[in-house]
Structure formats: C-alpha cells, structure tokens
C-alpha cells in the first residue's frame, strides 16, 4: 500500500511539472526539485529539461536574483523545441547573472613586499575579477588608461634586453597593432631560445602584415608582475600570484575566475532552424578571451573572425534578446551567425567587451566567386555571373535596435559595435555606441545590401586604429579590382539592394565619420551630422548623399571610377572638397551650400556646383548641437531641408540615462578678413599674425603665420619644444596663413599622431614634429 502510495505521489508531483508555464531557478535552489518558486532548481539546464516536458507550448524560465555559475555551455538546439516558443528572463525580484566563470575562495600568503600568492587547483585562465573588478594580467609596459593605444604600449617590449630577463615567457601573449594600424594581431609565446621568442599567431587580421614597429605590449609573464592590480597563473605549480591595489582586504574578497567561452548557444540546422526562443534581462559576463581560437578569413575584407561569442545564434528564426547586459566578456558578446531570420537584439547594454559587441555575420559560401584574402581576384574568364547567393547561409531581416555600446575592443581591434558580413537587410537603428578602437558600425562587403542604418549616435572612434571611420564599409565584391576598369554592370550583382544611411550623428577624430572604402557600391546617404571627419567615398558606384550637414569639414572624394554614377547634391559643407585621384566627377555634384565663397570657387574649377550657392552659415543653436538651418538660409534655396535633431542614440530611458554625448565641435570660420582673436589650441594661446607691425616684430617675409603666445607645459607644442614667441608658418607641409588654416591642417592630421611644424624663432627657421598622442 505504501509503495503504491509513493507512486502516486511521485505521479502527482510530475503532472504538476509537467502542467508548469513558469520554473524557477535559484543559486541557493535544488535540482531535485519542482521548480516551482518555493522549490526552485538550481541549474539553467535542469530548467531546460523540466521546460521541455512541460505540457504548454510556450513554457517560461525565470533566474531568482543572485550570481548563477555555469559549469557547461548552455545549448538550446531546434530538436529540443520543435513546437514550442520558450521565454527565458530574469524574475521581477532582482538581478540575474549567468557567469561564464566560476568563485574561488582562496588562502592567501605573503610572497614578497607587495605580492600575494594562493593555491588554486585549475586550469589556465585569463580573467581575473576581485569585488567585482576586472583585474591586469601581468605586462610590459604596465596598464596606463590615460594611453590611447593598448593603454601603454613601447618599442622595446620585445628587445632582446627584456626578453633575457624572462625566465619562462612560455604561455605569454604578444599584442601587436598591424603595421598600417588596420586592426591588430596577438600571438601565443611558445618559449624562447636565447633572447628570441617562439610564437604562434597573427592570424586574426586578413591583411597580412608585419607587427608595428611602434604599438606593441606583451602579458601573462610572471616577470612582469609589478603594479597594483597585476596577477600571475603559474598553470604548472597551480599557483596564482597577485599585487592587490590598495584598499583590497585579500582574506575577504570575492575572487572570481573566467572559465567558458560561450554562455548560451541558440542553435537550429539547415532543414529545422530553431524558432522563437526569447533571452530577456539576463546579466552576461565572464566569459573567456577568445583570441587564440581559430580564425576565419571574411572574404576580401580585413576581418578574421571567431565564429562565435558569449551568446550565439545560429540557423534561428524569431529569436531575440531584450534588455540584457553585456560586460567583463573577453570575446564577442553576441554573434548571429550563418542563417538567421528575424533575429532581434534590443534595449541591450554592452560595455567592457573584449572583441564586438554585435556580430551578424553570414557564412562565405553564400557568395559568388570572392575569394577569402584582399589581394585575391577572381579571373574574370571564372567569374560567376549570376546576381545574389549561392545559399542562404546569412542573417537578413534583423534588428538591432536602442542598444548602448561602448568600452570594446578591449582585447582585439579589428571589432565594431555593430559588424555586418555576408547579411541582407539589417536595420541599426537609435543605438549609441563609442569608446571604440575602430567603427563603431562596419559592413564588410556589398553582399547583399539592404540594410537600414538610421538614428545612431556613433562618436569617439577608431581610437586606436588607423584609416577607418565611425561608419565603415568594404565592397571588394566579384566586380571590384585593382584598377580603374571595374564593370559598372557587374556592381550590382552582390550589392543586389540599395543600403541607406540617414538621421545619424557620427563623429570620428581619428579619420572620417562615414567611410565609404574600396569599391562600396549601392549607398543612399542622407540626414545626417557629420561633426567632425567628414564624408569619403573611395571607388564604388551609385552612391547618393544628399540633405547632409558637414561641421568644419566636407566631402572627401578618393580615386574614382569613370562614370560612377554618384549624386553629391543638396548639402551643407563647411569645407571645400578633399579630392585625391578623382578625375571624373560622377553623375551630379551641385545644388549644394558653402560656408564660404571660396570653396564653391574651389569646387566649380573642377567643373561641379555650377548651381551651388554659398552665404552666411546660419545654425540655429550649435553650441547643443541643433544644426538645423535658421529661416533665411541660402541653404534652402539649393533645397536644403532641416531634419530634426533630438532623436539620435538610444532612447530606453534608463539607457538614455547613462549614454555619453558626442563632443559637439567649436565651428572654424574663414571669413574673407582673417581675425585678429586669440585662440586656445592644444593647452596654448595662439593668434594670427596680422599687421605689418607684427610682421616686422618677428622678421616675417608676409602676414602668414601662427604666434604662440602662452603655452603650458604640459601642451604637445612645447613637448615638442616649441616655445612662447614662435610663429608656426608651415604644417604638415602646408602653408600657415591664419589660425583656422592650423587647425583644419590639425584636423586632418590628427589620427596619424603627428603633426610637423616650422617655425621661425629669432628669425630663423626652425623643423619640429608635434606628439598628438
């Protein structure tokens, strides 16, 4: 009687299971239970179980507050769900964590004046976290955040001098800029013979390239260990070694080590996509650096690329994650991979990202006849002719919308906010995102277009890196060589639909805010800010940019094909043209408005802007950032329309809370009489030389010329060794004629890290190169 009793009740129990819409996880819970919210299990994958026998279609898994430690990847594939949707979200009762990590609790001892030493049994590492706080694998030089690049980096990291003081360097990493600054490079340390190390590596860029001469550091060598917040894995002794900053009590820290690459994986296969599976306000971190896995070359493009991130979709339909946080993750934070429709990241937070933050990336055989390397050409005797994919291995009709990203790239820099590859069709829309060491949005390749990129606050980019912008893209497609006998016919046959780009704010110190490069093809480009780089459009065909607002800057037009057919039309500039290797002007270039008269001169002796006007530049209030043009405006008679202001950047209000702004920009005038104001320009006082007074008082041959007048100590002028009384005639080879003429030279020299200078002192002249990191 008993034991039928039992068997009852155990029935019961799994009938009241099974029935269950909502199961319940806890830290503190127990897998042998229910579920429910008084009995909760303990693991995301017992939940998973429970949810799959559940009798409803639609089963929810709720995380009860606190930190949930994941011992394995979490996998979710189309088999497990055929049917079903399934919700998984954090309870209404507090925050949820998923860690891809895992707590030690540790017995520390003194080994020397300022380190700590404990016995940990694990396996090799490379995150660290203590009360929270990410800590510094040990390295050469030591982590400065005041430091542009890799946040310190010297010449002699790998001199012969140092490397001899290296015991076992074996399980070190090298960290490298490519040479040209397109991104970087790390390699593992393998060991060394004399004062040479063995590496492996260097395959994370698809653009060949030596270590730059200049931008380098190296990590995880216990030699090194010598600053607050430095630590130390010796893997073979099972010890790890630690200098704790000031104010850690070591005994009582939480210490926290990252150990799984991925958190959660949403897989389906080719014939069965998994469908409708919904992530929403989860906390992901700890995941573990991911640079030495295996890379994949994207096309033509200079991205290698892991295949993979903290949260990975792949082959999915209707799956999204809603309002969740992103940080302390060594790789990507989320990668939508191969086929995916309909796929949504929103109201999402990611900061303090090791590589991307969104990666929506297809799979190369979908396209026709592009080979995997940049300096690789199909023969056109081979050349596939059909228009589109090959398959349908790649994400369209995606969303990533009212996201706030920055702080990424930490570890890699070939990364973006948003990265699109191989796609159709993504709409970017109202993200803000910055503090990024390349774009802050890039597109890879024209293959397939389409995409929607609207609303977007994208500033403080390509921090690190070189010759990019805060909006990248390539379209080294099947029609694109090296050489001005590119096929117009043929353009379109990857870049099938047209991308627009509009209602942005993008701003890029450090090179242009939309980079259109290499043959990018199929663009409409409209209703934008551009606060600080400009426009460049390299090679490509059937780009349209009109209705835009150019602050200090203009349209930078670099080698052109004939007959491109591009349409530059109804724009505000602020500049003259920026032309390179352009001897055909396109389709349309008129019916724009120039700040001064002298550019639209400037522009009508190349044969452009034969109705183009220019007049008094009448913003209604830049000094917050409302470009709109005031009633009276020439600028309407070309017609230019306003477009608002007030909508670019994230919107989720607690998102919107939190976001930086973009850095809105003193305007530079040239009027027809040069100003007589003195300036403050790189922690100095300068003004224009004006007058013949002045002029005999410096012994200067004519009026051109910039005086130092004050200047701090501090300022790169007088590192350089410029001193007060100097007059700056030359910059970067350019002639000085007045204080604004210096500082557009500054402008566009400014990502390169250098600007050269002559100077007469004492009338006599004088070469000096200006430090701009």
């Not at 199929?522 to 780089?533: A, E, M, Q, R, S």
């Not at 396109?586 to 408005?593: E, L, S, V």
């Not at 051109?704 to 030359?730: C, F, M, W």
């Not at 020299?749 to 190169?769: F, I, M, P, Y």
């Amino acid at each position: 009687m008993k034991k039928l009793l039992c068997i009852l009740f155990f029935c019961c129990v799994n009938s009241l299971v099974f029935a269950q819409s909502v199961i319940y996880v806890s830290p503190q819970g127990n897998d042998q239970a229910t579920g429910t919210l008084k009995t909760p299990v303990a693991t995301l994958d017992r939940a998973l179980s429970l949810a799959q026998k559940a009798t409803t279609n639609s089963p929810q898994i709720q995380l009860l507050p606190g930190t949930h430690y994941l011992k394995q990847t979490i996998q979710i594939n189309a088999k497990q769900w055929a049917g079903k949707s399934l919700h998984i979200s954090a309870s209404p009762a507090g925050r949820a964590t998923l860690s891809g990590g895992k707590r030690v609790r540790l017995q520390w001892q003194k080994a020397g004046e300022n380190l700590w030493k404990a016995h940990l049994d694990n396996p090799a590492f490379e995150q660290l976290f203590v009360n929270d706080q990410q800590q510094i694998l040990a390295r050469y030089p030591n982590y400065t955040d005041t430091v542009r690049v890799f946040n310190g980096f010297a010449v002699d990291a790998l001199a012969p001098e140092r490397i001899k003081r290296w015991g076992n360097p074996a399980g070190g990493f090298v960290h490298a800029m490519h040479a040209g600054q397109w991104g970087g490079f790390q390699y593992r340390i393998l060991g060394k013979k004399g004062d040479e190390l063995q590496l492996e590596g260097g395959w994370q860029n698809n653009r060949p390239s030596a270590m730059h001469n200049k931008y380098r550091f190296v990590e995880n060598i216990f030699e090194e260990l010598d600053a607050p917040g430095e630590w130390y894995f010796n893997v073979a002794e099972k010890t790890l070694y630690f200098f704790p900053p000031a104010g850690v009590n070591l005994p009582q820290a939480k210490i926290e080590i990252s150990q799984l690459k991925h958190l959660i994986e949403l897989k389906g296969q080719d014939d069965l996509p998994l469908q409708n599976v919904h992530i929403s306000g989860i906390h992901f971190v700890h995941a573990e650096r991911t640079f030495m896995e295996k890379y994949e070359p994207l096309l033509r493009s200079d991205w290698c690329i892991y295949r993979g991130a903290a949260v990975l979709f792949e082959n999915t339909q209707n799956c999204s994650l809603n309002d969740c946080t992103f940080k302390q993750l060594g790789g990507n934070a989320v990668f939508i991979s191969r086929y995916n429709l309909n796929a949504v990241i929103r109201g999402c937070h990611f900061f303090d990202i090791g590589a991307s933050a969104i990666c929506l990336v297809g799979d190369t055989s979908a396209v026709r006849s592009v080979p995997n390397r940049y300096e690789k050409v199909t023969p056109v005797e081979k050349m596939d002719y059909v228009p589109g994919p090959k398959n349908r291995h790649y994400p369209r009709q995606c969303l990533v919308e009212d996201n706030l990203i920055h702080h990424i790239g930490q570890v890699e820099k070939q990364v973006a906010g948003v990265q699109i590859q191989v796609a159709t069709q993504i709409t970017i829309r109202h993200n803000s995102i910055y503090q990024v060491p390349r774009a802050a949005i890039n597109v890879g390749d024209g293959a397939f277009g389409g995409h929607l990129i609207e609303y977007n606050d994208a500033f403080e980019t390509v921090l690190e890196t070189s010759d990019h912008g805060a909006f990248n893209s390539w379209g080294r497609d099947r029609y694109w060589h090296f050489n001005k006998q590119n096929d117009m016919d043929m353009a379109l046959l990857d870049a099938q639909y047209t991308t627009i780009i509009r209602n942005n704010r993008f701003r890029c110190d450090h090179g242009w805010d939309v980079d259109l490069d290499d043959g990018s093809s199929n663009y409409h480009i409209y209703n934008n800010v551009f606060l600080k780089g400009g426009l460049k459009l390299r090679e490509g065909y059937f780009r349209v940019a009109e209705n835009n607002v150019f602050v200090n800057n203009s349209l930078h037009p670099h080698v052109w094909f004939p007959n491109s057919g591009d349409v530059i039309q109804r724009n505000v500039f602020m500049r003259a043209y920026f032309p390179i290797g352009v001897d055909d002007w396109g389709k349309t270039i008129d019916y724009n408005f120039f700040s001064n008269a002298s550019y639209l001169a400037k522009a009508r002796s190349k044969g452009t802007d034969s109705a183009s006007v220019a007049g008094e530049l009448l913003f209604v209030d830049p000094v917050t950032a409302d470009f709109r043009l005031q009633a009276g405006s020439k600028a309407f008679d070309i017609g230019f329309e306003n477009f608002p202001m007030d909508q670019f950047g994230v919107q989720k209000p607690a998102l919107k809370k939190i976001a930086a702004q973009p850095r809105i920009p003193e305007l530079l005038f040239i009027a027809d009489e040069k100003t007589t104001k003195e300036v403050n320009w790189l922690q100095a006082k300068v003004k224009s030389v004006n007058g013949l007074g002045e002029r005999s008082a410096y012994g200067l041959p004519d009026e051109n010329g910039v005086i130092v007048l004050e200047l701090s100590p501090k300022s790169p002028l007088a590192r350089a060794g410029l001193q007060k009384g100097d007059v700056i005639r030359k910059a970067n080879g350019e002639v000085v004629t007045h204080v604004e003429a210096l500082q557009l030279i500054y402008e566009k020299v400014l990502w390169t890290g250098k600007l050269s200078v002559q100077v007469v002192r004492n009338q006599a002249e004088l070469g000096l190169v200006v430090d701009l990191e």
